[in-house]
């Protein structure tokens, strides 16, 4: 133990704001657990019905369940109780935030490769248990907008060919609406959660078995760290603690969200007018809104394409995310460790398949708000359904494309400010009458950053073997695509040689 402790304080931990995504979910998850045990005590999980009668007058008389008597008895009548769901609900949709974002950064800066390629599939477990948990939570309280997000949930279980009827009977025990809460509320309360935190304690223990990533730099290789001493790491972990509980405790107190006494008691037979899913959802509604109503009979059943095509897209999306490092890993034949990050920019393709990526989830995402657009700019929701439809399909093949180019002159840009210099604005005349412009070189820290990443070499194809199969020429060639666009750094031919900077040098960057 005292070894573990000694080399823990040893340790060294890079200093960059990129870097705080995870530890700022981690602690939003702290906030979430200590306010839902809060809110365990007052919460009763039962949908026995019952007559209002609390402190909330526009509803006394009204018929409802247990679960949204006690949570409008937490919001009107326990001290502190309002202020306490807030807090528990915007900590929640920070997590999530905070997640999406450390999955952003992990695939633009390749922080997924060797040896993290595990760390990536933990992170993105985390995404997918925390969606779970946040849907299962914003059901319990049994209002009309959590009945009317179950009533959607039904219909996708119900559209699974041959088996969908019996799913959606063992998810609401019977008939709809059924029983729900006695297994969301276990899930929500007990199952997730704990699997939240082995994730977490997975996550804790691969960062310190592989070590942190850093970004490129001088005098930063594959096998050493530079940065802060564990005791200064900690000290900023805890003010970043803090900084998290105090914007909890800030849009808790300052901003209204899910005002349940405002929707009602839940009801199969109606819906919330005006209401959307939770934006973390928002993609999964817009991918139903964009598809035609399109139906199939197969074998004396029907097959709703309708609900099973938008389902089917977000599920191998969700697929490919997940194992997009392994892809890219066999394709460009990456078998070391690689504890440098990367900038976007010098991965080009890479850079330009998360931004398509990005905008096929905008698409859906916006998609799902088409009706309030239309309310609001005045316009027909038939027309915007079909920019959307149109944007859906054109719109990452596109983004794909511009994000390429832009990082490819990006590249040209640095290493063009690499060789020559800054302009200074001072032209000189030359002896023979022609007439230059003077260039202020760059420091050897700035040059390293613009110009001095390490390149990983693609699969070469042996020519002389005649054993070479389909999928070998396909993986060749995909890795010439990721290679090319990656512009020879400053340490190749023709180029200055970058090497680590001098004292000198190093004292006029500082």
Known sequence: MNRSLRVLRGRVFPDHWSLMFGQIAFYSFVVVLVSGLVLMVPYEPSLAQVVYDGAYAPLRGVEMSRALESTLAISFEVRGGLLVRQIHHWAALLMVAAIMLQLLRLFFTGGFRR??????????????????????????????????????????????????????????????????????????????????????VVAAVLAIKHGPAQYPGPGRT??????????????????????????????????TINPIWMYGPADPANASAGIGPAWYLAFLDGGLRLTPGWEVDVWGRTLTLAILVPVTVCSLFFVLLAVYPYVEGWIVGDRGDQNLLERPRDNPLRTGIGVAGIVFYGVLWAAASADTMAVLFHLSVNSLIHLFQVLLIIGPPIALAVTRRLCIGLQEHDLQLAVEGFETGRVVRLPAGGYVEEHRPVGAYRRWSLAGFDRVPPVLLDKEDHRITPVRRLRVRLANLFDQDRLTPSTGAGKPAIGSPSKSDADQQH
């Open 115 to 200: 040896p993290r390629r595990l760390s990536w599939l933990v992170v993105f477990g985390l995404l997918i248990v925390t969606l779970g948990a946040a849907q299962t939570g914003t059901s319990l309280p049994d209002d009309m907008l959590s009945g009317s997000s179950l009533a959607v949930i039904d219909g996708v279980v119900k559209a699974i060919p041959f088996v969908g009827a019996e799913l959606s009977a063992l998810l609401f025990g019977g008939q709809f609406p059924g029983d729900v809460l006695a297994l969301f509320y276990p899930l929500h309360v007990y199952v997730l959660p704990a699997a939240l935190v082995g994730l977490f």
């Open 222 to 255: 594959n096998d050493n760290v530079v940065g802060h001493s564990a005791k200064v790491a900690l000290v900023k972990g805890l003010g970043l603690f803090c900084f998290v509980i105090g914007v909890s405790l800030l849009m808790g107190a300052t901003a």
